[in-house]
T-cell receptor, first 111, second 113 residues
Framework: SQQGEEDPQALSIQEGENATMNCSYKTSINNLQWYRQNSGRGLVHLIL?????REKHSGRLRVTLDTSKKSSSLLITASRAADTASYFC???????????FGSGTRLLVRP | EAQVTQNPRYLITVTGKKLTVTCSQNMNHEYMSWYRQDPGLGLRQIYY???????DKGDVPEGYKVSRKEKRNFPLILESPSPNQTSLYFC????????????FGSGTRLTVV
């Protein structure tokens, strides 16, 4: 079952620009996580934000969470070609037992 | 280095021939899980384990088996593979379930002909 849905499905930007990806979900959550996947490889955990947090930063990443709108956004500032990847949000649906992943946003950063 | 190790990376097999994909983690994580990733369907959970000898079904468990006899290992068994199990498989672990970040393996690309 799909919990998170990312928007847009694909995004193409120039190196140095900021990239914003959005995630919407349907049920209440304890936390929301963002992951990056380079083509065909394993997912890499980027950041976890808990339901009582509104914003979190990690290096060039900024994540916001609006539980009233059931949505989150991931901002990558000053993008680099190496940021080219698919980005997934994942939520726990209030359960400790599994993460449900969204369909992902494919980001292309042009040099 | 903290990691989840899956083997093999690539596997081509024939319908009905039993196979096992191994997964091992060196982080003393309690929680482990298997996902499959298919174009257009995203990542779907197959099975998970909260601790040794504790396993449960995910969203797409049919045709798969797992076991958790030791904390570090969580093999995925396909007793009689079929072509619809052709997919990219990922093993993941976390300290204690979905309230913590997952560490993923590099993936196993399985083709069943």
């Amino acid at each position: 079952s799909q919990q998170g849905e990312e928007d847009p499905q694909a995004l193409s930007i120039q190196e140095g620009e900021n990239a914003t990806m959005n995630c919407s979900y349907k049920t209440s959550i304890n936390n929301l996580q963002w992951y990056r996947q380079n083509s065909g490889r394993g997912l890499v955990h980027l950041i976890l934000i808990r339901s009582n947090e509104r914003e979190k930063h990690s290096g060039r990443l900024r994540v916001t969470l609006d539980t009233s709108k059931k949505s989150s956004s991931l901002l990558i500032t000053a993008s680099r070609a190496a940021d080219t990847a698919s980005y997934f949000c994942a939520t726990d649906q209030g359960s400790s037992y599994k993460l449900i992943f969204g369909s992902g946003t494919r980001l292309l950063v042009r040099p | 280095e903290a990691q989840v190790t899956q083997n093999p990376r690539y596997l081509i097999t024939v319908t009905g021939k039993k196979l096992t994909v191994t997964c091992s983690q060196n982080m003393n994580h309690e929680y482990m899980s298997w996902y499959r990733q298919d174009p257009g369907l995203g990542l779907r959970q197959i099975y998970y384990s909260m601790n040794v000898e504790v396993t449960d079904k995910g969203d797409v468990p049919e045709g798969y088996k797992v076991s958790r006899k030791e904390k570090r290992n969580f093999p995925l068994i396909l007793e009689s593979p079929s072509p619809n199990q052709t997919s990219l498989y990922f093993c993941a672990s976390s300290l204690r379930g979905a309230n913590y970040g997952y560490t993923f393996g590099s993936g196993t690309r399985l083709t069943v002909v």
